[in-house]
């Protein structure tokens, strides 16, 4: 019976890597097509927050990339490179793990605050502010067919969309924040 059985788990393993690690039957349609918005959570950084008392300017205060991460965000460049993705800009927040990753995957990025965490005390008070900065930011922006890629963390990308990222996934959204695609990179 057991013999039986196998060939059912491997192709049952088969799948599971398939649809859970593997980004081959995600749908980069959207971002071919060009001015879309392609939100990335930042890659692997275990824990959750940062420490009391991190400071921004700071990264050994702050939660940052493990190995897992960097490769991750490595991964995430070539997965654009390979689907010939046009983009026009790279935004990144300011913190460590998001630049690190905007930098493993695109190299150029350009910091812009509206993208920082609003998770936790003191920087949790500039959430309002910050969504609105970074929605006219994106109704003014004009990508033509490239697109506009924004670094930033699990809270600002479930403020303007319906998805609850994992690390390094990338949501594609139209200028309405209408969600396209999610991709999955680990």
């Known amino acids: 019976m057991i013999r039986n059985n196998v060939p059912h788990i491997l192709f049952l393993t088969f799948l ?11 749908n980069w349609q959207p971002a071919k097509e ?3 918005i392609i939100l990335i959570r930042h890659s692997i950084a275990p824990g959750s927050g940062d420490p009391p008392g991190f400071q921004i300017k700071d ?3 702050q939660r940052n990339l493990s190995k897992e991460g960097i490769t991750q965000s490595k991964k995430i460049g070539q997965l654009f ?6 983009i026009d800009q790279v935004l990144s927040s ?20 509206a993208l920082n965490s609003t998770f936790q005390s003191p920087h949790d008070k500039n959430a309002k502010k910050q969504i609105k ?5 994106i ?5 033509n067919d490239s697109n506009l890629v924004l670094v930033t963390h699990y809270v600002i990308i479930t403020a303007i969309t319906d998805v609850a990222p ?4 990338i949501v594609i959204i139209d200028k309405s924040y209408n969600t396209l695609s999610t991709i999955l990179t680990n």
């Open 139 to 143: 109704k003014k922006w004009n990508g």
């Open 59 to 61: 990264c050994k205060t």
């Open 34 to 36: 060009g001015n879309k």
């Open 81 to 86: 490179k390979k689907n010939q993705i046009k």
């Open 94 to 113: 300011q913190w460590c793990r998001c630049k690190d990753t905007a930098r493993y995957a695109f190299k150029n990025y350009k910091e812009f605050s």
């Open 16 to 26: 599971f890597l398939i649809f859970n690690i593997s980004p081959i039957f995600a």
């Open 166 to 169: 994992r690390s390094g996934e």
């Open 133 to 137: 900065e970074l929605r006219d930011f």
